[in-house]
């Protein structure tokens, strides 16, 4: 038997009672962040060395595909577990797994016996992973601060996402041409340690749920709580459906983008690296101002960013291939301005999701853009075969442009964030 106090942390007061929030927020925060930008700078370097090797659209699809669909179809139980069991120690945990497969792959490439099979399983279990790691991660904000700081904790989240795009990039350009392959991956490792201890140090506060015999039944009973809610509210599965809508046009991109670089525009991992670099800049500036502001219209920040950046990112397409500074540009505007929709978006979910549900409910969110991004990316991929790789970029940014701002004839989407719809738990 287990000792249940190993499992959940004790549920504490609100951290408005506790002056000592701070501290234990940004120790979380940072170690977070830094884990972050070391696991993108390696999947920077690993997607870049499958494209330079392969050149192949199909095999960078493969990679897209093997790290979403395990994060899509296990999102419901890590759901669960992040509402049922010890959030920190569910994070600690899919860090500790994550940093064990690139310690396999850097085997792997030191022997001179990696295959792209390889790459796929280990982009798989990390991606399995994700799926517990971040509705832990994200239900445990709203307990480590003040109710009036979410807005500006959402705003920060998504600076730390510009500087991991506008970092991980560049430097893992860098890593690939002073260093070997394997010692680039060894950054992924040190940086999920850092991540680590301040979970260590610190607990997250979390409010139990009682214990029940039959885990399994217990498990579909809490998925089907979730899916409850989101079904029975009306401007809530009207989001939901609008996210996962626009992820299945729109995710393509982020996947091919390097492919678009060396096809349209004749560049290589210089030219990759300092667009996405700028597309970070883009995603840091755009959360400083979330930050700064605290949007109090969530619903229009949300569908107007996401509006724009997908017209930004069709228009990046257009430019000519001898002005790739200027496809720069609009793939800047189109981070710039996703910003001001991920942000309010993560703040409005958790303020009107109790706390108690919200590890269920947003990782039947992740589910649901996690089982359409691989499907968008198998549709992308014989229409971009047709088309070719730059008319694929410019469909699929207007089309989702025109999805986006299709949410704004809904009224039930409309009144999302107003005071009566707030969410009680049943």
Request: charged residues 10%; proline residues 5%.
């Amino acid at each position: 038997m287990y000792n249940k106090a190993y499992f959940f942390s004790e549920f504490k007061p609100q951290p408005e009672e506790n002056q000592r929030w701070k501290l234990r927020y940004w120790m979380i925060f940072l170690g977070q962040a830094f884990s972050l930008i070391g696991s993108s700078l390696t999947q920077f370097v690993l997607m870049w060395w499958i494209t330079d090797t392969t050149g192949s659209l199909q095999k960078l699809t493969m990679a897209g595909m093997a790290a979403l669909i395990p994060q899509a179809i296990l999102s419901p139980i890590g759901g669960v577990i992040a509402d049922r069991y010890n959030r920190r120690f569910v994070m600690m945990t899919a860090d500790i797994i994550s940093a064990l497969c690139m310690i396999i792959l850097i085997y792997l490439f030191s022997t001179g016996q990696i295959q792209l099979w390889h790459i796929y399983v280990m982009l798989g279990i990390r991606g399995a992973m994700q799926a517990f790691q971040e509705p832990a991660a994200e239900a445990s904000v709203a307990m480590l601060v003040p109710k009036s700081f979410i807005p500006r904790a959402a705003g920060l989240n998504q600076i730390v996402h510009g500087i991991t795009l506008m970092a991980s990039a560049p430097l893992g350009a860098l890593a690939i041409s002073i260093m070997p392959l394997n010692k680039t991956l060894m950054i992924d490792v040190v940086t999920a340690m850092i991540g680590i201890v301040p979970l260590i140090i610190f607990t997250i506060p979390q409010k139990l749920l009682p214990s029940e015999k039959n885990a399994l039944a217990n498990m579909v009973t809490d998925v089907k709580q979730g899916l409850s809610v989101i079904i029975n509210h009306k401007g809530l599965n009207r989001l939901f459906l609008l996210l996962t809508a626009v992820v299945l046009i729109i995710m393509p991109t982020f996947t091919f983008v390097p492919l678009l670089i060396k096809e349209h525009f004749a560049g290589g991992v210089k030219e990759v690296g300092i667009m996405e670099g700028l597309a970070g800049a883009g995603m840091i500036a755009g959360g400083i101002l979330v930050t700064s502001i605290a949007p109090k219209r969530q619903v229009v920040w949300i569908l107007s960013g996401l509006g724009i950046s997908c017209l930004s990112l069709g228009l990046t397409a257009l430019v000519p291939s001898n002005a790739f500074y200027f496809g720069v540009f609009w793939w800047l505007i189109s981070s710039l301005s996703f910003s001001f929709a991920n942000a309010p978006m993560t703040a409005l979910l958790q303020t009107i999701i109790p706390n108690e549900l919200q590890g269920r409910v947003l990782s039947l969110l992740n589910m649901m853009m996690g089982v359409a991004a691989p499907v968008g990316l198998l549709l992308a991929n014989p229409l971009g075969e047709l088309l070719g790789i730059r008319w694929l970029f410019v469909v699929i940014g207007f089309v989702g442009c025109a999805v986006s701002f299709f949410g704004f004839l809904s009224p039930p989407l409309q009144k999302l964030g107003a005071a009566d719809q707030k969410i009680e738990p049943e």
